[in-house]
T-cell receptor, first 110, second 113 residues
């Protein structure tokens, strides 16, 4: 049990639509990260939020955006969905013992 | 060259075998090294977390880091069918707010009863 919960677990969208994914992290963990895991690949870093500010971004276009709230929960928003955005989206919270992931939100873009 | 390379799979072993999983990396700034286990359609589960070079043991699992060779390994002793999963190596240059992880591609392990 990592204490990181994500919603929704599965969703299907069509190309061009927008999606919002949500994450609730463990109490006291003020850093949250988002990763994209395509089928058969390792997770790829999208961005990280620390105390409500973006603190590092991977090689993803601006249509991937995020928010972190005062209670350290977080959202990932993706606009203008493309077929290649189909993946498992993982949220993770950080502690001095490592990075702990939620179960992910599986997005399918048709 | 990718920052993190992981031995390609899949890997199939009989129950009770010793399994060796390996990764190499190119970024000298990496100081924190992790192994994750991921069951099908689930999120990665942190198995081992080590800092810098050396060995760390936890039950049937041993993690080794050789920073001079930029090489990390995970050993699984007395492998069980329940160990069948995808194993991902990951590493970062820092912790907390600097904990961006770079992952290997993962290797799928199957332990045959």
């Amino acid at each position: 049990e990592t204490g990181v919960t994500q919603s929704p677990t599965h969703l299907i969208k069509t190309r061009g639509q927008q999606v919002t994914l949500r994450c609730s992290s463990q109490s006291g963990h003020n850093t949250v990260s988002w990763y994209q895991q395509a089928l058969g690949q390792g997770p790829q870093f999208i961005f990280q939020y620390y105390r409500e500010e973006e603190n590092g971004r991977g090689n993803f276009p601006p249509r991937f955006s995020g928010l972190q709230f005062p209670n350290y929960s977080s959202e990932l928003n993706v606009n203008a969905l493309e077929l290649d955005d189909s993946a498992l989206y993982l949220c993770a919270s950080s502690s001095n013992q490592g990075l702990f992931f939620g179960e992910g939100s599986r997005l399918t873009v048709l | 060259q990718k920052e993190v390379e992981q031995d390609p799979g899949p890997l199939s072993v009989p129950e009770g075998a010793i399994v060796s999983l390996n990764c190499t990396y190119s970024n000298s700034a990496f100081q924190y090294f992790m192994w994750y286990r991921q069951y099908s359609r689930k999120g990665p589960e942190l198995l081992m977390y080590t800092y810098s070079s050396g060995n760390k043991e936890d039950g049937r699992f041993t993690a080794q880091v050789d920073k001079s060779s930029k090489y990390i390994s995970l050993f699984i002793r007395d492998s069980q069918p329940s160990d069948s999963a995808t194993y991902l190596c990951a590493m970062s240059a820092g912790t907390g707010a600097n904990s961006k992880l770079t992952f290997g591609k993962g290797i799928t392990l199957s332990v045959r009863p």
